[in-house]
Nanobody, 118 residues
């Protein structure tokens, strides 16, 4: 069982940066084997993949819409995963969810709101 808590959302202007954090309430050993990721959902739109990172951090994958602007990272010693978001755009406005995957198991947090507006 993994419980995820996101933080760091807020209101920013276009072009600014924001870092999201996600804490996983799992044992250090358990957390370290999950692929961690971020998804987002805007009003009227489906859940959208944003980025993920493998258990050891060797491989990261990004959606085309955020590639080059967002960076995902993790600290297995702290049970944390991060999403650094640079050059934010109004279309990045959404609720961002932290995600943990291991085979058929998937856990998702409650989400944190990110609003990009001038």
């Amino acid at each position: 069982q993994v419980q995820l808590v996101e933080s760091g959302g807020g209101l920013v202007e276009p072009g600014e940066s924001l870092t999201l954090s996600c804490f996983a309430s799992a044992s250090d050993i358990t957390f370290g084997i999950y692929t961690m990721g971020w998804y987002r959902q805007s009003p009227g739109k489906e859940h959208e993949f944003v980025a993920n990172i493998t258990w050891n951090g060797d491989t990261t994958t990004y959606a085309d819409a955020v590639n080059g602007r967002f960076t995902i990272s993790r600290d297995n010693a702290k049970n944390m995963v991060y999403l650094q978001m640079n050059n934010l755009k109004p279309e990045d406005t959404a609720v961002y969810y932290c995600n943990a995957e291991l085979g058929a198991l998937t856990y998702r947090g409650q989400g944190t709101q990110v609003t990009v507006s001038s």
